[in-house]
């Protein structure tokens, strides 16, 4: 007998994650001198994945660990994990926990921090359920903030200025501007430092002119901090502009991610801190998020919560996480360094100072979709549409062949 026709023979076939399917045209790719400046995360000089030391050692100590179990961890997570580093993101001394207002939900990894403080957002924020709320992201920005959003029910996802193009830096008076127009009680999402993909931060002067227009214009602060860090090797400065914003008495949530600082990709290691005005209201926004909890992923997992929350409670091991942290942060900026001299070297036309301005992880080349495409299939090296290297690809055997392949992208295509 004929096999019935498929319930699901009309369901369309969703287009590939463009990040995804860079990493997979590279593994395919069997050009000897390839190179995959795509995927954001970090590499060695023999461009390998990166086990921090300090990671490898507190693994060890867990599989040692009689005490531990595979039991059910509580719906918001590891409690030494939540309350582990308030000095990681608000620093050791901030007033708003020791006034008991600032509370964790430990989440799948800074993904699952958005998701759930979008999902709460939605549900509770400026009325129950209003997804008309305008949700602003920057332009560019991380693509999966606009469908986090969508994906929570929000309606109206707005990009709000931050690139300017010809000046290759941040276009503040746009990002001003966007703010003194958006309706009151509007949602921002503000990349807390290393922004992904300009690389380009407001500097403190111009984190407080947005922080003025915020709070006078009551707009809502959604921090999403991945990369804390990675912009200037410590940890402490790259809070700088949460701290400031917790200082001026903003309610606020803060998706922070240890994916990148900890070198935990796939373990999904991440917090949704909510900095409320009172314990009173922290609790009620608290009971929700476990509600929310319940019903998508119902628990956390713990391995990669035990390795950061037993790093970040020991001094010596915490000490030991930022160096490891500096040691990625400092090859970053060889990197760059080496970059721009061979390009300067070359004589590659353009300014190339950008790529020595710009922190984190990327750099937003300025390359236009032509030349990417040339880099690509010309040149075998990876990046993406917008011009964004992740600057961890490069290495100190690989650099002269980049180098030289955007030298010959620029002057050949235009
Ligand atoms: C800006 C930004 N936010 C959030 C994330 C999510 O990180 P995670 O892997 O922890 O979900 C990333 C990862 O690339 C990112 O670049
Ligand atoms: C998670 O967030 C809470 C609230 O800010 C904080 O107390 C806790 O230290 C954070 N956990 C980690 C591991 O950073
Ligand atoms: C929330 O609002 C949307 C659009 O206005 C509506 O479709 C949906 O049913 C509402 N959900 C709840 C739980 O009220
Ligand atoms: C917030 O709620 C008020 C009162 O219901 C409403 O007038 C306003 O339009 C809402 N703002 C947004 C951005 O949803
Ligand atoms: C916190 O919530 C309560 C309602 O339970 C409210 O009365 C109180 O004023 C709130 N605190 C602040 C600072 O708004």
């Given at each position: 007998s004929q096999p019935a026709m498929s319930i699901f023979s009309d369901v369309p076939q969703a287009p590939p994650v463009a990040v995804f399917k860079l990493t997979a045209d590279f593994r395919e790719d069997s050009h000897p001198q390839k190179v995959n400046l795509g995927v954001g995360a970090y590499r060695t000089d023999d461009c390998?994945?990166?086990?921090?030391?300090?990671?490898?050692?507190?693994?060890?100590?867990?599989?040692?660990?009689?005490?531990?179990?595979?039991?059910?961890?509580p719906i918001l997570g590891l409690p030494e994990?939540?309350?582990?580093?308030?000095?990681v993101a608000l620093g050791d001394d901030s007033t708003a926990i020791k006034e008991d207002r600032v509370g964790g939900v430990q989440a799948l990894g800074g993904t699952g921090a958005l998701r759930i403080g979008a999902e709460f957002l939605r549900r509770w924020y400026n009325g129950t359920n209003n997804t008309a709320t305008p949700v602003y992201v920057s332009a560019p920005t991380w693509e999966n903030h606009n469908s986090v959003f969508a994906d929570a029910g929000f309606k109206d996802i707005r990009p709000y200025h931050y690139w300017d193009a010809a000046k290759r830096g941040l276009d503040l008076t746009g990002l001003l501007d966007d703010l003194e127009k958006a309706p009151e009680h509007s949602i921002f999402v503000l990349h807390a430092c290393a922004h992904n993909p300009t690389?380009?931060?407001?500097?403190?002067?111009?984190?407080?002119?947005?922080?003025e227009i915020m709070k006078r214009r009551k707009l809502f602060v959604?921090?999403?901090?991945?990369?804390?860090?990675?912009?200037?090797?410590?940890?402490?400065?790259?809070?700088?502009?949460?701290?400031?914003?917790?200082s001026e008495g903003f309610e606020l949530f803060i998706a922070q991610s240890f994916s990148k600082n900890f070198g935990l990709y796939n373990e999904r290691?991440?917090?949704?801190?909510?900095?409320?005005?009172?314990?009173?209201?922290?609790?009620?926004?608290?009971?929700?998020?476990e509600k929310i909890v319940r019903t998508t992923w119902s628990n956390p997992p713990s391995q990669g919560a035990r390795?950061?929350?037993k790093t970040l409670n020991c001094p010596e091991l915490f000490a030991e996480?930022?160096?490891?942290?500096?040691?990625?942060?400092?090859?970053?900026?060889?990197?760059?360094d080496q970059l721009k001299a061979k390009l300067q070297a070359l004589g590659t036309p353009g300014t190339w100072d950008h790529i020595t301005q710009q922190i984190g992880m990327f750099s937003f080349t300025g390359l236009n979709p032509k030349q990417v495409e040339y880099m690509i299939k010309e040149k075998h090296v990876y990046?993406?549409?917008?011009?964004?290297?992740?600057?961890?690809?490069?290495?100190?055997?690989?650099?002269?062949?980049?180098?030289?392949?955007?030298?010959?992208?620029?002057?050949k295509v235009q």
């Open positions: 390998q994945p990166w086990v921090l030391p300090v990671v490898k050692k507190v693994e060890r100590l867990i599989v040692e660990d009689n005490s531990l179990n595979h039991e059910y961890l994990f939540r309350s582990a580093s308030s000095k690389g380009t931060d407001p500097t403190p002067d111009e984190w407080k002119k947005i922080a959604f921090f999403d901090s991945a990369y804390q860090g990675f912009a200037s090797g410590s940890l402490d400065k790259d809070a700088w502009a949460i701290r400031y914003f917790v290691v991440g917090n949704l801190t909510v900095v409320a005005q009172d314990n009173e209201n922290l609790t009620r926004i608290l009971s929700q998020m390795i950061v929350s996480w930022k160096g490891n942290v500096k040691t990625m942060a400092d090859r970053v900026l060889l990197m760059r990046l993406m549409a917008s011009g964004r290297i992740n600057m961890c690809g490069l290495t100190t055997k690989n650099i002269d062949y980049v180098a030289q392949s955007i030298h010959e992208a620029v002057t």
